[in-house]
């Protein structure tokens, strides 16, 4: 029942039925003026027919982080 969910998900680039997620916040502080240099918050999550991250209790979790981490380096350069 939740393939045509997933399918349409996948080509929308949005979170599938039965997976989970991982949110998270950085903030960034020059550490001499306690100024606070950028702020980050996302909520990451696999792709929708990434079949292999739905199964466990962590999977998703760790292809959030991961994804997220990328877009946190690319967003700092």
Sequence with gaps: MGGPYNAVQAVRGREGAMTGSVSFAVEIYDAST?????AYVAKQYP?????KAGIGARSASVVGIEKGADQLV???Q
């Design 34 to 38: 306690n100024a606070l240099l950028g």
């Design 47 to 51: 792709n929708a027919w990434n079949l």
């Design 74 to 76: 690319a967003y700092l």
